[in-house]
């Protein structure tokens, strides 16, 4: 299903039957979605959206879809992806910030993807199990499937509906999701060009994860880039450091990494300035300061 608007954001009461959790009720008809949402008149979110139904997670994901906007003038060219973790939160952030950065810094357009469990609670939202490869009891996370619906499920369904520049793929997560973001470039370092983790969580041993990992077997070509407030928590800062040690002067990681600062940065507050500061390194454009 294709609808132009995010009446699913706007009017989130009124069709809580079609998330996880949500009260039992028909969906509106597609006519309906259309004509009532005030978001069609926002175009620095208005897009796309479908379910995704995951057989490797087990549950629904709510995809909403930002597309650049020269995708329908310029039916042609392929655009980079930048798919978001958090897309609850962040994508009604990150789209429209995506689109300021192409006017004042010239970043190239992106489709912009957000991954939305349609909720903040833990009986919906599962990012403390999909976003972990090891949980706090020490039982496996869901990271290994979360993945796997990444790779063979997601990026397959995108590719098939949208023009996407294979080479310029991005993944981005913040805190628990940039713990995610750094679990991905190790497993599958090729699978993303750009990796960018805003003020990761930290591994039950207290580090980032890959402080301790072997370089991974798989060669990719791209850039891993920590984003790090320097008044992120404590330990999570001290952590990024402690990364940044570890990373300094090896040559035989399948991407550049690097530790980028955000001056008095706190831990979600700026997670903004993270994306500005990852994304533009990720298209060569590094001069600017975070």
Known sequence: MRIGIWAWIAFLPLIAGAYPGGAAQADPPEQDLAATGPISFLPGIAGDYFPLDSA???RQFHIFVKLPESYASDPSRSFPLVVLLDGDTLIPMIAPQHLLLTYDEAVPEAIVVGIAYGGLGMDVNMRHIDFRSVLP??????????LHMLEQELLPDLVARYRIDADRRMLYGQSRGGSFVLYAAHQRPDLFYGFIASNPATEGDGRLYGTTQAAPARKGNGL?????????????RAA???????????????????LVSIEGGTHSASAGRAYRAGILRAFGMADSAP
């Open 56 to 58: 490797a997670v087990g």
């Open 137 to 146: 009891d020490g039982k496996p996370g869901g990271a290994p499937d979360f």
């Open 224 to 236: 891993l880039v920590v984003a790090s407030g320097t008044r992120d928590r404590a330990p999570l």
């Open 240 to 258: 990024a450091l402690d990364w940044q040690q570890v990373m300094a002067g090896r040559s035989d990681w399948p991407w550049g990494a690097e």
